[in-house]
């Protein structure tokens, strides 16, 4: 994806002048609804074969990436996809203005992805929920940086103090001589 199509923060945009989206098929029927200004695409579309427009409608998505949320959680060489790139750690608005009948706990409404691995996400329904994941992600980090990191650190210095090189000498700690 392009940086023209990457969002921040600061650029989303959540007002504007009302735009709709259009699906016309062949035969004049046509189906339209509200295309938000976050969205990226537009899903408009003529020509349609008359039988396909509940399948196209169906698959009607609005959406809008945040991969410049964070930095990837992730080293190099971890996590990456084909292309070489880490697909980690980024946050996708989506909205399905069906219903699929096949997937009827399928949200009409737009929602939040925060993919935490490459593996791993969780789906936002409101701003609470997003809320309620950025409080435990802080509890994480938090527990990672008041325990982890001076434990860590002690346990980091206590082997340059005490393990030998192959000269036998105690290698001093970081930043000492």
Do not use: K
């Not at 609005?62 to 790139?85: A, K, S």
């Not at 706990?105 to 737009?110: C, G, S």
């Amino acid at each position: 994806m392009s940086p023209e199509t990457t969002a921040s923060a600061a650029e989303l945009r959540t007002s504007g002048e009302p735009r709709t989206w259009r699906i016309t098929a062949t035969n004049g029927l046509s189906v339209s609804g509200y295309l938000p200004p976050w969205a990226y695409e537009d899903p408009s579309a003529s020509g349609v074969d008359p039988h396909l427009l509940p399948v196209l409608l169906v698959d009607v998505e609005l959406f809008r990436y945040f991969h410049d949320v964070i930095d990837p959680l992730v080293g190099p060489g971890d996590g990456l996809d084909e292309d070489g790139h880490v697909t980690a750690y980024f946050c996708a608005i989506t909205c399905r203005p069906f219903a699929d009948r096949d997937v009827p706990d399928l949200p009409v409404h737009p929602v939040l992805t925060v993919q935490v691995t490459e593996t791993d996400e969780t789906v936002c329904h409101d701003p609470g929920e997003l809320a309620a994941l950025i409080a435990r992600l802080r509890a994480h980090t938090d527990h990672l940086d008041q325990h982890v990191l001076p434990a860590f650190t002690a346990i980091h210095d206590d082997w340059r103090i005490h393990h030998r090189t192959a000269a036998g000498r105690p290698t001093p700690p970081v930043g000492q001589p």
